[in-house]
């Protein structure tokens, strides 16, 4: 699933945000040769968002009317509703994207819906920027041109076209593994040899009703007696408890018959969805391959900008990059050289500071232990030595 990029490997689960801000054909571009789960809660409330909305267009109007109008749920959900043993009913079939639907009248425990706000994440993975002009007009420039000495405006402008090049390097390569994951699920559809809709699935399990063994002879003992009482009366028990689980059964069966209905219908008429479906398949296939090749070009004129610039590949990450264009635009620094020394040297005096923080730490953590007392002058004196040293070091420097 493409939710793997959202940490949810589990995206079936839709809330009601995302009926009221995604259409269907939005959602189930996502879910062919798949499924969706509403659970009932999210269900009633999307029919009263449906029924107070003015425009036909809106798209919870769209999926009231793909679910009660095209998928005819609205006598199954009266079911769901009012019989206590019936927690899950589906699928239901919609052949233009092969998605199944069920619904469940509670949430799982552990599952984590699918909100608007993931789905917008989504998308946004779907299209990619222009690129810059600047960035291509830099390219082109840098083509011929040798690394080597350069004012201060130069070194600024690489340095700027690099902290580019590197942020947009890094939306080039999300955008390019969700076309390779669509790449791989559009593929794995085509490539069935006989694609069909899934079968039911939700077959009840029939309870099994435990023959009890009886004593061919008779006992005169009463103790005996009591206890074939006792015996008979959890007999009549396990019976009455078989009947009930038996009921319930049969409820639940029926469910499953209609279910099986539905998968006969939509057989019947399978071969003409079928034919549909594989070629919005191999037209998605298609279209993805063409953004592909695209994106894997914008990638390459941004390692080239980035493999080719003046500053050294240990400080080619934004981080750097943004302190040392500070450096050259306050004036701390003059050239390239002056940029690492002075980060060089910050670097190191917050690494004075990080030890010097943890000494207090320390000093705070054993001085509360009257046993480690010695330990904690042993290990001051020598952290201090260190200090000490590393600050001469510097100094010298």
Same mark, same amino acid.
């Given at each position: 699933?493409?939710?793997?990029?959202?940490?949810?490997?589990?995206?079936?689960?839709?809330?009601? &945000?995302?009926?009221?801000?995604?259409?269907?054909?939005?959602?189930?571009?996502?879910?062919?040769?798949?499924?969706l789960?509403?659970?009932?809660?999210?269900? !009633?409330?999307?029919?009263?968002?449906?029924?107070?909305?003015?425009? #036909?267009?809106?798209?919870?109007?769209?999926?009231?009317?793909?679910?009660?109008?095209?998928?005819?749920?609205?006598?199954?959900?009266? $079911?769901?509703?009012? %019989?206590?043993?019936?927690?899950?009913?589906?699928?239901?079939?919609?052949?233009?994207?092969?998605?199944? +639907?069920?619904?469940?009248?509670?949430?799982?425990?552990?599952?984590?819906?699918?909100?608007?706000?993931? +789905?917008? #994440?989504?998308?946004?993975?779907?299209?990619?920027?222009?690129?810059?002009?600047?960035?291509?007009?830099?390219?082109?420039?840098?083509?011929?041109?040798?690394?080597?000495?350069?004012?201060?405006?130069?070194?600024?402008?690489?340095?700027?076209?690099?902290?580019?090049?590197?942020?947009? #390097?890094?939306?080039?390569?999300?955008?390019?593994?969700?076309?390779? !994951?669509? =790449?791989?699920?559009?593929?794995?559809?085509?490539?069935?040899?006989?694609?069909?809709?899934?079968?039911?699935?939700?077959?009840?399990?029939?309870?099994?009703k435990?023959e009890?063994?009886?004593?061919?002879g008779?006992?005169?003992?009463?103790?005996? $007696?009591?206890?074939?009482?006792?015996?008979?009366?959890?007999?009549?028990?396990?019976? &009455?408890?078989?009947?009930h689980?038996?009921?319930?059964?049969?409820?639940?069966?029926?469910?499953?018959?209609?279910?099986?209905?539905?998968?006969? #219908?939509i057989?019947?008429?399978?071969?003409?969805?079928?034919?549909?479906?594989?070629?919005?398949?191999?037209?998605?296939?298609?279209?993805?391959?063409?953004?592909?090749?695209?994106?894997?070009?914008?990638?390459?004129?941004?390692? %080239?900008?980035?493999?080719?610039? =003046?500053?050294h590949?240990?400080?080619?990450?934004?981080?750097?990059? $943004?302190? +040392?264009?500070?450096?050259?635009?306050?004036?701390?620094?003059?050239?390239?050289?002056?940029?690492?020394?002075?980060?060089?040297?910050?670097?190191?005096?917050?690494?004075?500071?990080? &030890?010097q923080?943890?000494?207090?730490?320390?000093?705070?953590?054993?001085?509360?232990?009257?046993? %480690? $007392?010695?330990l904690?002058?042993?290990h001051?004196?020598?952290?201090?030595? !260190?200090?000490?040293?590393?600050?001469?070091?510097?100094?010298?420097?």
């Amino acid at each position: 699933m493409f939710f793997t990029f959202l940490n949810k490997d589990k995206a079936n689960f839709p809330d009601l &945000s995302l009926f009221l801000q995604y259409t269907p054909e939005e959602v189930l571009f996502y879910y062919y040769n798949s499924h969706l789960t509403i659970t009932l809660d999210t269900y !009633k409330q999307l029919k009263i968002e449906a029924e107070s909305e003015e425009d #036909t267009l809106s798209p919870c109007r769209q999926w009231l009317e793909l679910l009660d109008g095209e998928l005819d749920v609205l006598k199954d959900i009266d $079911t769901l509703i009012s %019989n206590k043993y019936i927690s899950i009913i589906g699928p239901y079939y919609y052949p233009f994207s092969n998605t199944r +639907f069920y619904f469940n009248k509670h949430l799982p425990a552990n599952v984590k819906q699918i909100t608007a706000s993931d +789905f917008t #994440t989504i998308m946004s993975l779907e299209f990619l920027d222009p690129m810059n002009r600047e960035i291509l007009d830099y390219h082109k420039s840098r083509k011929s041109t040798k690394k080597g000495h350069k004012n201060k405006d130069d070194l600024i402008k690489d340095i700027n076209m690099c902290i580019i090049a590197l942020q947009d #390097t890094e939306k080039v390569n999300k955008h390019i593994n969700y076309l390779n !994951k669509l =790449l791989e699920l559009r593929y794995a559809i085509v490539n069935i040899e006989n694609l069909w809709p899934e079968e039911p699935d939700i077959l009840p399990e029939k309870p099994q009703k435990v023959e009890c063994e009886h004593s061919s002879g008779g006992n005169l003992i009463p103790f005996n $007696t009591l206890k074939s009482r006792r015996k008979r009366k959890g007999e009549e028990e396990d019976s &009455s408890s078989f009947n009930h689980q038996m009921k319930i059964y049969l409820l639940q069966y029926r469910e499953y018959e209609k279910a099986c209905d539905r998968y006969k #219908t939509i057989l019947g008429e399978w071969e003409d969805f079928c034919s549909d479906f594989t070629e919005r398949c191999y037209v998605d296939i298609e279209i993805t391959e063409s953004k592909l090749k695209n994106a894997q070009k914008n990638l390459r004129i941004y390692n %080239n900008i980035i493999s080719k610039s =003046l500053i050294h590949t240990d400080y080619q990450d934004i981080k750097s990059l $943004t302190i +040392f264009k500070h450096y050259l635009e306050t004036g701390r620094a003059n050239d390239l050289q002056d940029c690492m020394n002075l980060y060089e040297e910050e670097v190191h005096w917050d690494e004075i500071k990080a &030890s010097q923080e943890r000494i207090e730490n320390t000093i705070y953590f054993l001085q509360n232990s009257d046993d %480690n $007392t010695r330990l904690a002058n042993d290990h001051i004196e020598r952290l201090l030595k !260190k200090i000490n040293d590393r600050s001469h070091d510097s100094i010298r420097v």
